[in-house]
């Protein structure tokens, strides 16, 4: 799996499922738990990018670097996803508005 693949499939697990701040992931009663868990239910940027990659720690670290680049260089904000997804601020659109702005760079980028 590319990087750009994780980036994809982490912006519609948050679109499906829900996106949270404040954890990796939650269950449906809103408990957390980690995000490849089964019972996991929503995730923060970061824990869609581990649940999606699983064990693929390059894809992973392509995945997080594309988006940390994104944050940084296009929106001009915070030195982590962590960081960037919990602002008291932050939206899920922008969540997965985030995600697929960093994957279609890495598709410019591989063109």
């Known amino acids: ?21 404040g954890s990796f992931a939650r269950d449906r ?3 957390p738990c980690l995000p490849e868990s089964e019972f996991a239910a929503q995730w923060c940027i970061a ?3 581990r649940a999606v990659a699983q064990d693929d720690c ?4 392509q995945a997080q670097l ?3 680049h994104h944050i940084q ?6 030195d982590s996803v ?22 279609e760079a890495a598709k410019e980028a591989r063109a």
Not at 2 to 11: F, W
Not at 58 to 61: C, F, L, P, V, Y
């Open 47 to 49: 824990g869609a990018l």
């Open 1 to 21: 799996m590319s990087g750009r693949e994780v980036l994809l499939r982490a912006a519609a697990l948050i679109e499906r499922g829900g996106w949270i701040q």
């Open 73 to 78: 260089q296009t929106l001009h904000e915070h």
């Open 29 to 31: 009663d809103g408990q």
């Open 66 to 68: 594309g988006l940390l």
């Open 82 to 103: 962590t960081r960037w997804n919990d602002a008291p601020y932050r939206t899920q659109a922008e969540a997965v508005a985030a995600l697929r702005a960093a994957a």
């Open 58 to 61: 390059d894809a992973k670290r």
